[in-house]
């Protein structure tokens, strides 16, 4: 086995036992349904509500709005246990490090006491409705329009990689509530959708990764939503609250990069010391073992990066630069890791049925989603 890590700084003995609670979980009750979840596009609705039973739902939000009261800690050890599991089609990650913290920070206390305790037990998936297909990065251009209607708004315009797409019925929807250009028009209006909801059609994504995840392109023609769903005091604010959470969502996706790199290697060391070719273990083969010690070098250093971002982020000290870097660097990392990986498993690598070909293809994306490595370099120089 490869050597172990150097123990993270902000861990807890609480967040060691959540990691171990969540490991068993995932391991015990999920690894098996997996590949189901992979032919289907889709995640089961009821494996939301025995997450939510698990208390892997909402850890890091307010036992008083039904979370379970911990930290962001708490979330990135649920999110590396996912990762490791291989479970790319979880969109936990989403729904509670993400969606409900735009809620919590800046949702009403009745917003707040409305949503949080059905994101908690899994009764809602969240959902964040941002992207749109002419847009990509670029949130300034957002398109789709809320038009105010008495005491509604009016939804209309076309959303696209929605993480959790099938399944949400909570979304916040990022959309222009005013003429102002750019970033002093947009708003963030939240919808629930339920079994009567009219103007709201989605279209699941057949995508090269992440199989198991309902990512899906969501169309909104006059949906109807109630003007006290606004989050925030005021319509126009939407652009300044997403940068304030972006951090944490950049984050995120750093935390998974190196569960997924860690993820690989074991099971590639493991692979390694098992099959032969030419009569020996392809492990006895200098190459191999030079591919594999700088591997662990990789997870050694991606893991201490994160770390440390993590700490940061608990003292409320990550900026957004620093952010967008360490998104960048382990995502960049994480392609190139798990691409060494399969190439040492050779032909079985390339099939789905190996565990390394699904985390190949499912780290491909985590130099696009939130927001491209390349957008993330432009971000972080300006504040050289």
Known sequence: MPLPLFPSPWMTEEHRLLQHSAARFFTERWVSRAAGWRDAGVMERDSWREAGAQGLLCAA?????????????????????AARANLGGFGGSVHSAIVAPYLLHHGSEAQKSRWLPALATGERVGAIAMTEPGTGSD?????TRARRDGDHYLISGQKTFITNGQNTDLIVIVCRTGDAPGARGLSLVVAEIDADTRGLTRRRLDKVGLKAQDTSELFFDELRVPAVNLLGEREGLAFGQLMGELPQERLIIAVQAVAMMERALDDTVAYAKQREAFGQPIWSFQNTRFVLAQAQSDVLAARAL???????HLKGELDAARAALVKAWCSDLASRLTDA?????GGYGYMLETPIAELWADARVTRI????????????????
């Open 61 to 81: 939000m307010p036992e008083e709005f039904g979370g379970s009261g911990g930290d962001f800690g708490h979330e990135a050890v649920i999110v590396m246990e």
């Open 341 to 345: 990986c399969l190439q040492l498993f």
């Open 369 to 384: 989603y939130g927001g491209t490595n390349e957008i993330m370099k432009e971000l972080a120089s300006r504040s050289m």
């Open 139 to 143: 949130l300034q251009a957002i398109c």
């Open 306 to 312: 994160v770390d440390a971002a993590i700490s940061a």
